[in-house]
Structure formats: C-alpha cells, structure tokens
C-alpha cells in the first residue's frame, strides 16, 4: 500500500467528477470543445466511478499464473514469451496507449467509497479499446476479449469462485453481450433507481456482439445498432454503472460522461497502413458510389453521410439484436432517470443503422456479431465461412491484405474436437449460434470480381 499517492489519486479523481459536475444546471456555451473534449479523455483514462472488484494483487496473480499462449493453434508448441504479454493474449488484453501503470488498457485502480481500500476495477476500454499490428486505439473494439473468461481468472486470482450468470456473457473471443448485460442491470431497480430484490422479467434477449468503433459515432445522429437512442445521450452510456451507482450520484457525474462523449466523437480513424494502389481505388470508388453510397455516404472533404436505419428485411443481417429487444424494456429505461431526457425511440421498426466506413480496414471480423472475417467474404455472400479460428492476436501476421481482414482458419471437423484449453476451443466463431448469423448485407454480389476488388481497394482509403 502506497496511502499517499493512493489519496492523490482519489483527490484527482474527485476533482475530475466535481470540475464539470458544478457547471451541470447551465451548459456553458463558451467552455471551448477541445475544453470539454480534453477533460473527456482525462475521464475516460483516469476516472474511477465504482468501487473495486477486485483486489490490487489480481491482475499480478493472473500475469503469475496463465497458462502459456498455444501461439500456432497447437498446445504443444506453445512459444516462451514474456508473462504479461502472454496474460494479456490469452485473455485479449491490450497495452493501454496511455500510462497506465503496470496495467492493460481496461483494467485501473479503484477506491472503497471511503477511499481507503484499494484495488482494480474494469472500465469502458476493456471492450471499446484494441490493438492492430501491435499499436493499440482508445476507441477500436476489442476483438480478441475473452470477457468470461477474463472475469473468471481475475476473480479466482482473489480467491474467490466466478458467479454464474443467468445468460451468455461471451460463447467465444471477439464477441459481448453488453446489451444483456445492461438489461440484467436494469430488471434490478425501480423506475426510481432504487435496487430491487427480485428481478423485473423485462422479456428481452439479446445476444453477443462485436464492438462498433467509436470514431464513426460522430456521424450519427444516433447511439447502437437499432438507433433508437439520441446521439447526444451521456446517460446511456452510463448504464454499466447500474451495478452500484445511486440516481443522485448518477445525475452528478452525468456532466463527465457528456465530456467522455466529446471525446469519443473527436476520435479519427487510424490510416491504412500499406500502400495502396491509387488508380484501381479511384475505380473503386465510381462502383462504391453506385452501389454503397445510398446507404454508407460519400467520403473525403465534402463527404456526406444519410444516418439510415435499414429494415431487417431489406438488410437481412442476424436478426436477433434488432428482435431481443422489448417492448417492456423500452417502457422500463424510459421510466427511468435514464430515459428522462432522450427516451429510446419504440416507434420505429426492427433494423440496423448502416454504419459509416471509417476505419473499415481495422475493424474486421465484419458486421454487428463479427461473423465476416474480411472484406471480400462481405462482398461475396457465398465466400463467408459458417464456422472458422479466430487468429490468437491482432498482429499483422495475421492480416489479410487482399482480402481486408483477418485470415482466419477454417475448423476441419464439425463439431470441432473439444479442446482442453479454452483458449482454443473459445476461438470457434459459430455462426449457427444465437445472434452470430452471418446471412443478409448481399450488396457486392452482383458486383464482377474486378469490382468487387476495386471497391474494397477503395475500402482501404477510408
Ligand atoms: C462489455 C463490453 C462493453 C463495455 C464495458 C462498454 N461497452 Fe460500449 N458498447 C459495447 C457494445 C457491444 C456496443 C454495441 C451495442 C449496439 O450497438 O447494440 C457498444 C456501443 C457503445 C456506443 C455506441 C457506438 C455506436 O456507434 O453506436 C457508445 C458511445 C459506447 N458503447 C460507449 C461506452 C462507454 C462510454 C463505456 C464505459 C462507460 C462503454 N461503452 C462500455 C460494449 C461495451
Ligand atoms: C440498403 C443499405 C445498404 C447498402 C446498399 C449497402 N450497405 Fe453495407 N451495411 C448496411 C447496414 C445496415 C450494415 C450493418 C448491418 C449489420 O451489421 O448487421 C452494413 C454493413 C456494412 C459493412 C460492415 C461494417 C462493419 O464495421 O462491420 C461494410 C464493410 C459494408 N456494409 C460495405 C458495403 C459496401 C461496400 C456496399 C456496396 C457494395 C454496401 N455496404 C451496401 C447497409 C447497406
């Protein structure tokens, strides 16, 4: 215990919280963005809101402990490498690109309400943070946690035995069902905040997701998928909080979260890497405007972008986001603090936001469950795998330049051999699996190979 740097902190933390929460009756107009956005980042990177989860030791144990990495698929050959990196890969960690102790990006230190007991807490970058090629981004989504896994290591590290869940957090590496998480959170309070003994039975039932990038969220004039949620709302993203927050306390940090969500719309997508061939781009981008634009937007300097919710039946992708969500979960966030200022949008029919492309090149495996490893098998409906590995890092050995995404192993049986190792079998992405689906978005079928590959050339400049 290091009790004088620990108050520092709390005091730092404490005036982070308290610094916009004084401004919370009148939004002032003059503080300028780069104001707000910087104190957003400073939240998002140092803010501590809940108490911990864990003890301080937790995540030394589990560095400690993991078993090493089956680098090639093989558990026999795993290779020798450095503890933390080993730790961090087989639960789908990231180094944090800010300083962040000894600590990966999503995992900070956490203070008793009192202050005086210290330990570890996750945060939002856990899932909204990730790497590519060894350089890791506040804002690309994590696909390569193990969330189930990882939560069951940190607490048996403590000592004590994971509580089971009453759904499926994560059936593999990539995906979360922070969707069902949150209406867990929810069917435990009152519409007045107040905790509950016995769950609501909201009738929801989503499933596991891949995590958007936020740097495409400036864009659009809404939050999620089924874009049923105001853009502006700081309070939905609070919702994770619901595990130990009080409404009072919520009203009071809502000004910080408004900061986070400033920075998180200033966010730019990282540039593709490797060269590019410009003229077969430009052709590209002719059959993308032809083809794409009516749903995805125009790009460069006066770029526009249509915010389109696209029906189910047009889109065709997995329907079980757009359906598992209720009608009576829906009625119960608006009856909430929660719902006070932006209430869900009930009126509008089941569909998916088509996203903007930003950044498009770092974010496979594709669509809103990750079922398309690239960019190619998107544009060919009948190129995508129903069943396929998951590559044990974002490394760019990985990397599929020609196709735009990840190279991905092909299981050879069906069922895949159980394997001992969780590592392995939890690289299995099965997309007969509730929400995994990898139907639907058959756009590029049409189009001829040439382009077909046109457009994803143009893909990477985006
Ligand atoms: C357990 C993983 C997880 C954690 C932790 C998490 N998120 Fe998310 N987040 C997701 C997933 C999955 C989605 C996609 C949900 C959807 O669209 O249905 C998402 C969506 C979002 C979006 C909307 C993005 C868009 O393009 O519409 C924002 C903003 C966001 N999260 C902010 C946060 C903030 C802020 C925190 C921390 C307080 C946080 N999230 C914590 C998984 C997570
Ligand atoms: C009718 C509207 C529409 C058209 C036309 C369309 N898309 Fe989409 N696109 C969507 C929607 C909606 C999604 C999200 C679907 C989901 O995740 O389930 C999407 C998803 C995508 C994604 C995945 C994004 C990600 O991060 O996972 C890519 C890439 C993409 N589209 C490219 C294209 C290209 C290239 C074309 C033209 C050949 C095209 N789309 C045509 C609506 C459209």
Redesign the pocket.
Known sequence: MRPKRLNLLTALAAILLILPASKASEPDVSTPDALKIDRGRLILETGSFLAPAWNSTAWKTVVETARPVPVDGDPKTAEPMDAADNARMRFGLHPAPFPNGDLPMGLRPAWSKDGRKAGLQIDCLICHGGSIGGQSYVGLGNTTLDFQQFLNAMTRADSRRPPLLTFNLNSGRGTVNAGQLAIVLFSLRNPDLSLRQFPLNLGANLPEQ?V??WWTLKKKSTLY?DARTDGDSARSIMQFYLGELSENQFSAYEPAFADLLAYVKSLEAPKYPFPVDESKALAGKAV?EK??S???GTYGPDGTYPD?L?PLN??G??RARAEGVSGRSIDHYNATWFGQVHPVDKSLEPG????P?DG?WA?AP???NGSVPT?YA??KSDARPDRFLRQPSTSFEHYDRQNVGWKVRIPESVPEKPSGDPFLSRSLFDSSRYGLGNK??T??DK?SESERMA?IEY?KTL
């Open positions: 891949d958007p990038a998928l993308f083809n794409c009516e749903c995805h389109l696209v047009r889109i992708t997995d998916y936001k088509a996203p492309l498009v974010t594709y669509l809103h960019l998107l544009l639907g978005h756009f590029g189009l457009v893909l």
